[in-house]
């Protein structure tokens, strides 16, 4: 597999990425794609393909995110499918509005914080049963749909169930990542059989360009098409999923299933220099990146230039500051009331940033708000339609391929989510029944005077929020286009205070881990400021992004490290 955009290099110049590109863009890769009507940009180009189809065949925005996501369960699993949750916004040009639907899961409601003290737990694991919560996609789908969608979602279903009969070549980066999870997820019952091919007999994931089938997702998902959201949650599908935990140690039941529901809630936003920025409230980390830009934005960003020792200190420290919030006081709504507004006041980061100095790197960063508590790896694209509908959405597994946990015969494997609570008590984000874990996947959107102006999201874990907060420092500090703000070097702190499991807090400042293309003095200012400067190959996460054209249409990028393609019509 190509190397994917390694370490710092240290002799490189900012143009090194693209120096035979004739357009004088120092950092895309190739170009911003343009369409007169309608842009889909997915990490997979036969998905963004399928996108294309729907919207051309009459279906709205919604109907093509819900086709390519059905597809890219299939052609992706190593990000997503139906055993994960997801979560979106969608800008409504009727109402001139954006809706957000949090579509995660719950805990096993027969699953105790003393059933993991019994067996002597600290942590979570992060593979098997017991990480296992329930599967929010397919809800998420049909809430959608039933506001949104113009076909029915049969229909929007048929090109997945057609690859996953027929078959579809597995691409490189996909290919990578699948087998590599396949040593650790094979000991699952389920896994090996379903996601697997047998090579005179040794099981290993399918390999780059090569044909794979999954005929059991293809009965799950014309199941689905047949009998609607319930033929999941409380038909054989759920029954399925109910044995297949009995029989193998774990607690997601029938009933967990069958009481599941998502819910629409309202996006929050702050403005970062004229743009109005949006993300979901918790339980996902959305505010993060909205603390970030606030943190941000009394900085003259423009003048210190891209790539200088300024621009990546004052990034790291508004993260660890933003970061110390999320571990505290992010999580599920309906046990903690996250003071949201609070957070993302520019009030509250006016007080926060005077903890920034210039000159040296914060070593420990506490909370600005304690906790006062009550009783109580992902894909993602976005879709843009001739109407003006705009869908920015994330969908996950979590861990890549999840838990490992594939019921017979239903193919696809069970997110491992749960693994995001904490073993403790009195933390906003402690494990009970019922419960919906912190999140890490999360969807933007952004607004200018009132009106759409970018769907757009960065998948990866923690470095969500941080590439978030990038992109738009990309494209409106430093004047990239969209693709440029994409390809551009990305930075990446790490070690921060966790929200989940027994981490401790940061006590050492973490790690810095920068991408190819920053100046090697850039590195060495750094250093000096007291940041640990590391070398880290890929975790920089996956873009992809739309942009209304002020003359008229959309304007696409995808992610160049991965398989991903924006295109349109």
């Not at 059989?193 to 293809?218: I, Y």
């Amino acid at each position: 597999m190509r190397k994917l955009l390694l370490g710092f290099a240290l002799t490189l110049p900012l143009t090194a990425m693209c120096a035979d590109r004739i357009t004088g863009q120092p950092f895309a890769t190739r170009s911003e794609v343009y369409a007169p009507h309608a842009m889909a940009a997915t990490s997979h180009p036969l998905a963004t393909q399928v996108a294309l189809d729907v919207m051309k065949a009459g279906g709205s925005a919604v109907d093509a995110a819900i086709a390519a996501n059905a597809a890219l369960g299939l052609m992706e699993p190593t990000g997503n499918g139906v055993g994960g949750d997801l979560f979106a916004i969608v800008w409504d040009p009727k109402t001139k509005k954006l809706y957000g639907y949090n579509g995660s899961g719950r805990s096993p409601k027969s699953l105790t914080l003393a059933e993991f003290r019994k067996r002597g737990l600290t942590e979570i694991p992060a593979h098997g049963p017991l990480p296992v919560t329930v599967p929010g996609t397919v809800d998420a789908w049909f809430a959608l749909h039933g506001r949104f969608g113009r076909r029915p979602i049969a229909d929007d279903l048929a090109p997945a169930i057609r690859y996953a009969r027929e078959g579809h070549p597995v691409h490189e980066v996909i290919a990578y990542y699948w087998g590599r999870s396949v040593p650790t997820l094979s000991k699952w019952p389920g896994f090996a059989e379903q996601f697997t091919v047998d090579d005179n007999g040794k099981r290993r994931g399918p390999r780059t360009g090569e044909m794979w089938k999954n005929v059991n997702l293809a009965s799950t998902l014309e199941k689905i098409a047949r009998g609607g959201r319930d033929a999941f949650y409380q038909g054989d599908i759920a029954r399925t999923i109910d044995a297949y935990f009995k029989a193998n140690g774990g607690f997601l039941s029938y009933d967990d299933l069958a009481s599941h529901h998502g819910e629409w809630v309202e996006p929050v936003s702050t403005n970062y220099r004229g743009y109005d920025v949006w993300e979901l409230p918790p339980n996902g980390q959305g505010i993060a990146a909205l603390q970030i830009l606030n943190l941000l934005e009394p900085y003259d960003l423009k003048q210190y230039g891209f790539g200088s020792p300024e621009h990546v200190h004052l990034f790291a420290e508004a993260k660890k500051l933003a970061f110390a919030d999320r571990a505290a006081s992010y999580a599920d709504p309906d046990f903690y009331k996250t003071p949201v507004a609070k957070l993302i006041s520019k009030d509250y980061a006016r007080e926060r940033g005077k903890l920034i100095a210039m000159d040296k790197a914060m070593k420990a960063a506490e909370p600005g708000v304690i906790p006062q508590l009550n009783e109580g790896d992902t894909i993602y694209m976005t879709v843009a339609d001739a109407d003006g509908m705009m869908v920015s959405l994330i969908q996950s597994n979590y861990r890549g391929m999840g838990s490992g946990m594939a019921p017979p015969d239903l193919g696809f494997i069970l997110q491992d989510r749960g693994e995001q609570f904490v073993l403790k008590d009195g933390h906003p984000n402690s494990f009970a029944p019922g419960k919906r874990p912190f999140h890490t996947i999360i969807p933007a959107f952004v607004t200018r005077n009132g009106k759409p102006w970018l769907s757009f999201g960065v998948m990866g874990g923690a470095m969500q929020p941080q590439g978030h907060a990038q992109i738009l420092m990309n494209l409106i500090d430093f004047g990239m286009n969209l693709q440029e703000a994409g390809d551009a070097p990305r930075i990446q702190h790490d070690g921060s205070t966790e929200p989940a499991g027994q981490a401790t807090a940061m006590t050492d400042g973490g790690e810095l881990d920068l991408e190819s293309g920053f100046a090697y003095e850039t590195v060495r200012a750094l250093m000096r400021k007291g940041h640990s400067v590391r070398y880290a190959d890929g975790p920089y996460g996956g873009y992809q992004a739309i942009m209304v054209n002020p003359h008229g249409g959309y304007i696409g990028a995808s992610e160049s490290r991965k398989d991903g393609q924006a295109a349109g019509y």
